[in-house]
């Protein structure tokens, strides 16, 4: 009897130590792709193209303006690929990745020059947060929001 209760707290124990060993074996996205799936954001708003923001933008996107507009997913392709937003040039500057399990938060600087629908050319200069999740092994954008510098 003793020496079956001692089998089965073995047991118990190596199951529960093999199931907290596979999730902290999961592996999340390094800086390294973070910065390139940024690399690929910051590109897209350069040349629209809604197959590549249907890969990068996640399904229960929030995207947040510096303007206050909160758009989803859908609305935010719209606005991009129709150019009712447009950059003609964008730079990010002082990036800041924090990667935590499968989620990067990552901070920026952006100055662009714009050529928004129905409006005179124009600059922007603001801050961002964007929040990227890796799912199915690609990172998606679940957040972004601006504020005016």
């Known amino acids: ?11 118990v124990i190596t199951t529960s130590c093999n199931q907290q060993t596979d999730k902290t074996n999961e592996s999340g996205p390094t800086e390294a792709t973070v910065a390139a799936a940024v690399a690929s954001f910051r590109e897209v708003m350069l040349n629209p193209n809604q197959e590549v923001f249907e890969e990068l933008l996640d399904e229960s996107l929030t995207y947040g303006h510096s303007n206050g507009l909160i758009e989803d997913q859908a609305t935010c392709i719209a606005s991009m690929v129709s150019g009712k937003f447009k950059f003609t040039s964008l730079e990010f500057s002082a990036q800041t990745i924090n990667v935590i399990g499968n989620t990067a938060i990552v901070r920026h600087e952006l100055f662009g020059h714009t050529a928004d629908e129905g409006k005179e050319p124009g600059t922007t200069n603001l801050k961002v947060l964007q929040v990227w999740i890796q799912k199915e092994g690609k990172l ?3 957040a972004r929001q601006a504020v005016k510098i």
Not at 1 to 11: E, G, P, R, S, Y
């Open 1 to 11: 009897m003793k020496k079956a209760l001692i089998v089965l707290t073995a047991v």
């Open 140 to 142: 998606r954008l679940v």
